[in-house]
């Protein structure tokens, strides 16, 4: 339940402007690229400053409104935006330059680190999360136009057939893991049928689907131009894994590193069946619902 007093205009104001980017690139994956190419180049990168508006509205409705994160908001979208553009330029086969890994890493960092998240009130630095992923959007599927990241949400049932299946290989490793590292515990209790549908989805969009273009579509993508498609299927994994590092710890969680590595590989390989980041999101939600209702 979200409390009341963060249900504000300028909040949800902030929350639709920062969903837009996602959605509209997720539904209407065909068109972003060609919008973003009919700007004018200095237009291309200097429109992403828009970026940093959800931060205005929030920041000042909750009374943190700071110059120099506004400043940070203001700036990073454009060297993003930069040095994709640039990237585009030099490297038309797109088998991924330094640009490329220098935003994820940058990218990824601030998101796992919670650098930027003392700009928000309390209980907001949600939008953090979501506007760098709209950074990133823009960036990558708009000014550098990488192919074959298949973030497509028109979902198809082969997408739940190839994301439940990776779900049920991984299932039995986790419980063999999980119980046998005490990281995961049984719970017999039965939420009902909406409770389990509401965090389904809530997990598919706010969780899955973030994290699944950023590891799969964007990162695992980038890499296999570079080392090949096994390689950086484990690499990609190992990243994701540490990236739950300081989850649920005030140190290194190395139980969680481990259980998120191996469901990493599975993620990885839903994704990389037919290369859709909804079939991978579709196993990273499956998994994180049943965790969070039957097994934390």
Known sequence: ??????????????????????????????????????????????????????????????GVFRCYWLALYCVLPVAVAALLAQAARIDPPQRGKWHDFLILALLGLAVDLRWFEAAWPPHLAVFNKMVLLDVGIYGFLGVRRLNGVGFDLRLRFRDAGVGLREMAFYTPIALALGLGLGFLHLHRAWPGFAPIASAWFFTFF????????????????????????????????????????????AFFNWRYVLLAAVAGIFYGRAWRCDRRVAASAITHASVDTIWSLWLR
Do not use: D
Not at 23 to 29: H, K, N, R, Y
Not at 220 to 241: D, Y
């Open 206 to 249: 706010f969780i899955a689907v973030p994290e699944e273009l950023f590891f799969r579509g964007w990162m695992q993508n980038l890499l296999e131009r570079r080392m090949g498609r096994t390689p950086a299927l484990i690499l990609t994994a190992a990243l994701f894994g540490l990236s739950h590092f300081n989850k649920r710890t």
């Open 1 to 62: 339940m979200v409390p009341s007093a963060l249900v504000t205009p300028a909040n949800l104001v902030a929350a639709l402007l920062t969903l837009a980017p996602m959605l509209v690139a997720a539904f209407f994956p065909q068109r972003v690229g060609a919008w973003v190419e009919h700007l004018p180049k200095s237009v291309r990168v200097l429109s992403s400053i828009a970026f940093s508006i959800p931060y205005i509205l929030v920041a000042c409705a909750g």
